[in-house]
């Protein structure tokens, strides 16, 4: 299975490292990573934008499927789910903690809770993964 470092380094580059999602604990059953809420990422009433809660979420889950694939193997997001219960203001930080629900050979199921510095709930995102066989 690929390290917190090793996936850090492979999502720094790409879109979740532009939001700056940071990898505190990957394992099988739970991925866990943080979110600053930064200026670029808030909506003009200084809150996190719903779009981000959604990547931050889609990336968690995705990493998950990826150290549950096999080797050679793909993912992609097929549908995606998103309950909002509160706001993340300006200035403070998310985490958020994907456990699988379903992990199938062609789809998995990943549910990710984010929660605010506090531990209240902010949003539950419910995704499917599908896994796309190594040619």
């Known amino acids: 299975m690929l390290s917190v470092a090793q996936l850090q380094e492979r999502i720094d580059t790409l879109f ?3 939001l700056g999602l940071k990898l505190v604990e990957v394992e099988a059953e739970r991925i866990l990573g943080t979110l600053a ?8 009433g200084e809150s996190l934008h719903g779009g981000a809660y959604m990547a931050f979420a889609d990336t968690l889950g995705a990493l998950g ?20 219960m509160g706001a993340a203001p300006l200035g403070s930080t998310i985490t958020g903690e994907a456990t699988p629900l379903h992990r199938g050979k062609t789809t998995q199921v990943w ?12 949003a539950v995102v419910t995704q499917t993964q599908m896994i796309i066989a190594a040619a």
Do not use: H, W, Y
Request: some cysteine; proline content about 5%; charged content about 25%.
């Open 111 to 122: 549910q990710t809770q984010i929660r605010d510095e506090n531990g209240k709930l902010l």
């Open 16 to 18: 979740p490292g532009l």
């Open 65 to 84: 499927t990826i150290v549950n694939m096999p080797k050679g193997a793909r993912t992609t997001t097929i549908e995606s789910k998103t309950n909002f």
């Open 37 to 44: 809420v930064r200026a670029e990422l808030c909506t003009s």
